[in-house]
């Protein structure tokens, strides 16, 4: 983890707030080398519209309704990301049959290709950044992570 030399603790020790801020430069560092690798590849996604095809490829014909309620974001954020992939031909929507004033929302074939790439990208580069860490490791990892996040959940009464 890298610090600043006037905030090094000359003891060694590391705050639960050290580890927080090496967590969000990791996912920042992850998101930024993600959007340039896809822009180089002729993918122009930013990191929520990924995030949203994701949940569309998981969740076909789930509904903006259901994706609020899976990612937390207010009605307007999600309809304005909808909209702009729908706009640039990744998401298709079509009326519910039971009801017609429900709508589904579906990867169109350029969407699950874009979301396949993206996928791929994220793979590759998720593979790069844990070079050099065992696989007892990257578990042992992964079950600290999620303790914390247990912990983040049970401190706010949910996910």
Partial sequence: ?????????????????????????????HRSQLFRTSRDGGLELAHMEHKVLGFFARHPGATQTDLGVHSGRDKA???????????KGLLDARADDADRRSTRLFLTPAGQAAHDAMRLQGNDLADRAFAGLSGEECKALAALLSRVRANLDAATGGG
């Fill in 1 to 29: 983890m890298r610090m600043p030399a006037d905030k090094a603790d000359p003891s060694g020790a590391v705050s639960p707030a050290d580890v927080f801020e090496a967590i969000h430069g990791i996912m920042h560092a």
């Fill in 77 to 87: 954020q999600l309809a304005r990301l909808v909209r702009s992939l729908r706009d």
